[in-house]
């Protein structure tokens, strides 16, 4: 064997492993983005510094946010003032509010409990306490 | 040498293969979730690429040190110059002449 054939050797082996990331990363993030066809929307408006909720049939809630288990939910996210970022830690949901931007993201939690949401993004004074609370209730249905 | 490459390259393939055909057996087994579980989803490519980034780094980093140990002053096999090495050192005078 000589050089040149360890050399390709080597080169294949790397450049196997950077497709394998790239056709990986690509199909995930395709499965990660198909929000589900019945996906309930609910409204976030980040604004300093508190979160607010708006259901579908109106209903608004301030701080905590009460959903269902099993149910699939995509957050249309607003910003009132500044750039804000909606986290729920627990369950992966970590986007930016824009001011003047609607930002999407889905999720669909299966535990029922109690998780802390935070602002993700430096938005002034009380930032830090930017928190809020969701709660994820049983399916009274199921 | 030979047999080195081919072992690693099968070790590789071993590493990137058992995970997902574990998985895909595990995912027949269980009955399958109405909607997409983000969090074993989103964890599960971070530890792939993880590993994927380990490798890629141990195979540079392996082929690095692989170089500079066979290629050091002191290796037996480095005494007589290869047929790459005849370059053109002023310093070094001319080998045809002797010095």
């Excluded at chain 1, 394998?20 to 995930?28: I, Q």
């Excluded at chain 1, 802390?116 to 049983?138: A, D, F």
């Excluded at chain 2, 392996?62 to 090495?85: C, H, Q």
Aim: aromatic share 12%; glycine share 4%.
């Amino acid at each position: 064997m000589g050089h040149d054939t360890a050399e390709w050797v080597f080169v294949a082996v790397v450049i196997a492993i950077l497709v394998y990331v790239g056709a990986d990363s690509w199909y995930t993030e395709k499965l990660v983005e198909d929000v589900p066809a019945d996906a309930t929307v609910i409204k976030v408006t980040g604004q300093q510094w508190y979160w607010s909720f708006e259901h579908p049939n109106g209903t608004k809630e301030i701080s905590t946010l009460h959903l269902k288990v099993n149910h699939a939910y995509k957050f249309e996210i607003y910003s009132r003032d500044v750039m804000h970022s909606f986290n729920i830690p627990d369950w992966v949901v970590f986007e930016d509010a824009v001011p003047g931007h609607v930002n999407h993201a889905w999720f669909a939690p299966n535990q029922v409990g109690t998780y802390p949401i935070q602002c993700r993004e430096y938005c002034g004074l009380l930032h830090y306490n930017m928190r809020g609370t969701l709660v994820v209730e049983p399916d009274s249905k199921t | 040498m030979k047999t080195l490459i081919a072992i690693s390259i099968i070790v590789l393939v071993a590493i990137a293969l058992v995970p997902q055909i574990a998985h895909a057996q595990l995912a027949q087994q269980t009955a399958p979730e109405k909607y997409l579980d983000l969090r074993a989803t989103v964890w599960n490519e971070f530890f792939r690429m993880t590993t994927a980034a380990f490798t890629v780094g141990a195979v540079v980093s392996g082929t690095m040190i692989w170089l500079v140990w066979r290629f050091r002053e002191s290796n037996p096999k480095n005494k007589a110059p290869t047929r790459w090495e005849h370059l053109d050192d002023p310093a070094a005078g001319d080998p045809e002449e002797g010095h």
